[in-house]
């Protein structure tokens, strides 16, 4: 993008602490906008299911569209899609009924299409679809328990 990240990391004063994004708007290149998804310092092995979640937070204002993920060598893909799918979701069950009004100004439902992009080892499809089946064991948690006994 030009050089166009970078100057925006450096106004945005983003240090690329684990757990931290930005997003930013883009035009006329193709995509509508970019979010920047901190990995902590550069020493440590990455936390990959925090900064897909991290990233899944910050998506999940979007309504539709599609969402590519550019990963780096050495990105461990179960730990990044159980985070990307842990981070996408929200539990809207007990949110009320859904009017135009809420439409408008709701909050998205985030991207409905997620692609890995890059350096990926081998075997991440099965990686991935592992991943997804083991984040949706923990969502089925989650809302167990966010529950009402009643239900």
């Known amino acids: 993008l030009g050089g166009s990240l970078r100057a925006f990391a ?9 757990g931290t994004s930005k997003t930013m ?12 998804v901190g990995l902590g310092p550069g020493g440590k092995d990455p936390d990959w299911r925090l900064a897909g979640a991290t990233a899944g937070a910050a998506l ?7 969402a590519g993920f550019a990963c780096v060598d050495g990105v461990c893909v179960q730990d990044l899609v159980e985070g990307i799918v842990l981070g996408l ?24 299409s997620v ?5 990926l080892p081998p075997e991440s ?12 064991g923990v969502l089925f948690a989650r ?3 966010n529950a009402p006994a009643n239900i």
């Not at 999940?60 to 599609?66: D, E, K, L, P």
């Not at 692609?115 to 350096?119: A, N, Q, T, V, W």
């Open 125 to 136: 499809s099965a990686v991935s679809e592992r991943a997804e089946a083991v984040a949706s």
């Open 89 to 112: 979701h929200a539990d809207r069950r007990f949110k009320g009924s859904q009017t135009p009004e809420k439409q408008r100004t709701g909050e998205g439902m985030g991207p409905s």
């Open 25 to 36: 708007s883009v035009f006329g290149h193709g995509v509508k906008r970019v979010v920047l």
């Open 143 to 145: 809302e167990l328990v």
């Open 10 to 18: 450096d106004e945005e004063r983003f240090d690329g602490k684990a």
């Open 115 to 119: 692609e890995l992009l890059g350096p």
């Open 60 to 66: 999940r204002a979007v309504n539709g569209g599609s």
